[in-house]
């Protein structure tokens, strides 16, 4: 039997659990995104959203302020790291001040893809700009 680094015995059923996210986690990259793009419903998520993060958020989208605490919903859709991997794992991480709260799967999905949705598609394209390639010009 396999041992955690303080020598506790790890369980069978743990060591395949493991083995299945690893295995899970391996075919999650290689999809591209394709999976966490095919779940959710925008305005079901905005109704979450009205319910939930009203009380702190802006959710309109309407509101882009990225320093804003806690920031509004458009500028988090606009972040240039923004997935549906990404919002996932932040809805699911309990954070600064903001409540735990505990989301069905189907409401989980349903915000990533009204957040998803609020992205302005010139901040998102400006963000992934690439640079151009070469030296860079030195400064005197």
Known sequence: MRETRTGRPIPQTAAVARAGLAGLAFALMGTGGAIAQVAGDAQAGRAVATALCLPCHA???????????PPDLGAVADMPSQTALSLRVFLQTPHGNMPRYQLT????????????????????????????SGPRPRRH
């Open 59 to 69: 959710i309109d989208g309407a509101s882009r302020n990225p320093t804003r605490v």
């Open 105 to 132: 799967a189907t409401e989980t999905d349903d915000v990533i893809a009204y957040v998803l949705s609020l992205s302005a598609p010139a901040a998102g394209a400006a963000a992934r700009r690439p640079r151009p």
